[in-house]
């Protein structure tokens, strides 16, 4: 097979994983650790920090998946 490469497979089943994990990170089952008020983070209450939180992972994870597509790509 031409042009397969399989660490670049591993790479995105890693990313895959990673945005799964923060995907349930942000619904029911995990979220539910995190659902409350106190304590009071950066002027959140927890369970909006958590939010807050989650998502910038998100942007980082997404971030460095297109620096690393980038790079592969020159």
Request: net charge neutral; glycine share 8%; aromatic share 22%.
């Given at each position: 097979m031409e042009g397969y490469n399989p660490n670049k497979r591993k790479v995105?089943?890693?990313?895959?994983?990673?945005?799964?994990?923060?995907?349930?990170?942000?619904?029911f089952p995990i979220f539910s650790i995190a659902n409350r008020v106190e304590p009071i983070l950066f002027g959140m209450p927890f369970g909006m920090f958590w939010l807050?939180?989650?998502?910038?992972?998100?942007?980082?994870?997404?971030?460095a998946l297109y620096i690393w597509e980038y790079r592969k790509g020159r």
């Open positions: 995105y089943i890693g990313f895959t994983v990673f945005f799964l994990l923060c995907f349930m990170a942000m619904i807050v939180l989650v998502t910038i992972l998100q942007f980082c994870g997404l971030l």
